[in-house]
């Protein structure tokens, strides 16, 4: 990984307590895990992390602890997009405070339909309050939940406004048209996929890599890909395992059934735990995601 803002990287999700508070040491083990099962990078407080469920306390709270967990700051970021821009500043300049320059940021999504100039006001805004050099912001674009579409326009505003500080998008749009126009209108733009799905593609446009929710299961079978290519092999048959497993589990709700699988691989029934309104799996749920998982021959690397 020449660039630490490349690779295989994984919406982490946040494991729980039973009374539905983060547990802080068992995420910092998480992500340990995950580093050491072929991620190059975690993503933390994104959507499978239930960020959006979780105050702003919370989440500040949960920097601390990543900041203090020993892993090195260059590979793990920090989501910190909020509806409230003062929450986002706020969060944002946490994360830079305790040494973490890359920042996973969606822009403001309760409003709807509003224009790229409010859009670009939102990041620009944010950029501007803050004045910090080190600050590399990933756009976070995900409009199945935000209801926004983040265009290539945009990104090639903001990039050209702020070139050393809006460095890439995670598309989790599931549009590959979307994630290859980005790739191609801004060369050397961090473009990362948000499915594993469309790695390889996007590392054949020149893309940076995947930040995926299903890399908390798959990111052992997403390494093999970015290793093959870096290494200049087709990676097309890695390729097709990752998209396979990606596409098998995808079907069963990201965040149940990561948490499921966590379950299942640590004998921690607490993984289970997730804050309303996402819900455990139903028995029936379990165990249509294990037969899924048994016809592909699926496993997820041993727990620590």
């Known amino acids: 990984m020449s660039d630490p803002l490349s690779g295989v990287w994984s919406a982490a999700v946040t494991p729980l307590h039973n009374d539905l508070t983060v547990n802080l040491d068992a995420?910092?083990?998480?992500?340990?895990?995950?580093l050491n099962n072929g991620c190059d990078g975690v993503a933390v407080l994104g959507t499978t992390g239930e960020a959006n469920s979780f105050s702003t306390s919370e989440r500040l709270e949960v920097i601390a602890a990543a900041a203090g967990s020993g892993i090195a700051k260059?590979?793990?970021?920090?989501?910190?997009?909020?509806?409230?821009?003062?929450?986002?500043?706020?969060?944002t300049q946490a994360a830079l405070d305790a040494g973490f320059n890359q920042i996973l940021m969606l822009p403001p999504f309760y409003?709807?339909?509003?224009?790229?100039?409010?859009?670009?006001?939102?990041?620009?805004?944010?950029?501007?309050?803050?004045?910090?050099?080190?600050?590399?912001?990933?756009?976070?674009?995900?409009?199945?939940?935000t209801g926004l579409e983040i265009s290539t326009d945009l990104l090639v505003r903001l990039n050209a406004a702020y070139p050393k500080t809006i460095v890439g998008v995670k598309d989790s749009?599931?549009?590959?048209?979307?994630?290859?126009?980005?790739?191609?209108?801004?060369?050397?733009?961090?473009?990362?996929?948000?499915?594993?799905q469309y790695l390889l593609a996007t590392l054949n446009e020149g893309g940076a890599g995947c930040i995926t929710a299903t890399g908390n299961a798959t990111s052992h079978l997403c390494q093999v890909v970015y290793a093959a290519h870096l290494a200049?092999?087709?990676?097309?048959?890695?390729?097709?395992?990752?998209?396979?497993?990606?596409?098998?589990l995808q079907a069963h709700g990201a965040v149940p059934a990561m948490k499921e699988l966590m379950a299942q691989n640590t004998g921690d029934a607490a993984w289970r735990n997730m804050r309303?309104?996402?819900?455990?799996?139903?028995?029936?749920?379990?165990?249509?995601?294990d037969q899924a998982c048994q016809a592909l021959?699926?496993?997820?690397?041993e727990a620590a």
């Open 27 to 34: 995420m910092v083990g998480h992500h340990k895990w995950l």
């Open 74 to 91: 260059e590979r793990l970021m920090i989501g910190t997009g909020c509806c409230a821009l003062p929450d986002t500043v706020a969060l």
């Open 111 to 145: 409003y709807k339909g509003v224009s790229d100039d409010g859009l670009f006001a939102c990041y620009d805004q944010v950029i501007q309050k803050l004045a910090d050099d080190r600050m590399r912001i990933v756009v976070y674009d995900f409009p199945t939940m």
């Open 173 to 196: 749009s599931g549009n590959w048209d979307d994630m290859q126009a980005v790739a191609r209108a801004i060369p050397g733009f961090r473009t990362f996929a948000g499915t594993e």
């Open 232 to 248: 200049g092999d087709t990676a097309a048959a890695a390729q097709e395992t990752a998209t396979a497993a990606r596409l098998m």
């Open 276 to 289: 309303p309104p996402i819900m455990p799996l139903s028995a029936d749920g379990v165990a249509k995601l």
């Open 297 to 301: 021959n699926f496993k997820l690397a």
